[in-house]
């Protein structure tokens, strides 16, 4: 049932984001479309069972979590750059300053980030909802969020000593977490209602999501991530693994997704697929 959910999530954003980027055309065009190809599509499908739980239209809800994809796509364009972590290659194909060059990877992520606030603005619902997603969604991307996190990952390769737990895990809460949390929580948030349980569910996600890539990144298959592996431990940086060790490592994350899990209760059943989620984050291979 939830890898029935998980791929009707990829296919409807990928219908939102082709419609969204219908009208565009050149170079920067096909370098947006590029990067918005592929992916688990985690937080489109965190977007779209928030809003399935609380009677969210279909449409509504796969533009919301088309937004989240273009910004996702924007902070993986730029992350990729030789300025930040140099890396040639994302989700198996040539990042985009590989395929085109830097200026146009810049150029992308800057258009996807400016395009999702659009798809937010001209959302079918009341002003004040698109309000509150566009101030959230700006808060969880910029200097109190992802932005944040990526400032303090740079900083962390040429600290003089290896990050703490209680720092790595603010420094995640920012870069990985953040954008999580928001999608985790759009759906109450377009119909109006409490987003405290699905906040907690998605902080909750969000951390035990980093501690699986800090463990992919160590017992992981590169071909299958599509991407580098070990480059925090060949740069000598601080993750959870090398600060809870392996064993410590998982045992964590699953502490989390008990804690993700038991944050649905007020859901019931009905909120079965974000459980199934939340194990799925902690047991893919990608």
């Known amino acids: 049932m939830f890898q029935d959910a998980l791929t009707d999530a990829q296919t409807r954003v990928q219908t939102a984001l082709d419609a969204a980027m219908e009208p565009l055309d050149g170079i920067i065009a096909d370098a947006m479309r590029y990067t918005c190809s592929g992916g688990k599509r985690l937080r489109a499908f965190l977007v779209m069972e928030g809003a399935r739980l609380h009677d969210v239209a279909p449409d509504v809800a796969d533009q919301t979590a088309a937004a989240i994809e273009m910004i996702h796509a924007y902070s993986l364009v730029h992350d990729d750059l030789p300025c930040m972590d140099n890396d040639d290659l994302r989700r198996g194909v040539p990042t985009v300053h590989i395929q085109w060059d830097e200026a146009t990877a810049v150029l992308t992520g800057d258009a996807l980030q400016t395009l999702a606030f659009e798809v937010l603005s001209n959302l079918d619902a009341y002003a004040e909802v698109r309000l509150a997603l566009i101030s959230s969604m700006a808060k969880a991307a910029g200097a109190q969020g992802m932005v944040l996190g990526q400032a303090l990952d740079i900083a962390a390769e040429t600290a003089e000593t290896p990050l703490t737990l209680k720092q790595i895990t603010r420094l995640q809460a920012g870069k990985t977490g953040a954008l ?75 502490e989390l997704i008990v804690q993700a899990c038991d944050a649905l209760s007020p859901y019931g059943d009905a909120a079965g697929n974000l459980k199934a989620a939340a194990r799925f984050v902690i047991d893919r291979d990608t």
Do not use: C, H, N
Not at 198 to 225: H, P, S, T, V, W
């Open 180 to 254: 999580i949390e928001w999608s985790g929580q759009a759906g109450a948030i377009l119909a109006e209602a409490d987003p405290a349980p699905l906040r907690q569910y998605a902080q909750a996600l969000g951390l035990a999501f980093q501690i699986a890539d800090d463990i992919l990144d160590i017992e992981g298959d590169a071909e299958k991530a599509g991407k580098r592996l070990q480059k925090d431990t060949e740069a000598g940086k601080a993750t959870f693994v090398s600060l809870l060790g392996m064993e410590g490592a998982k045992a964590r994350a699953d």
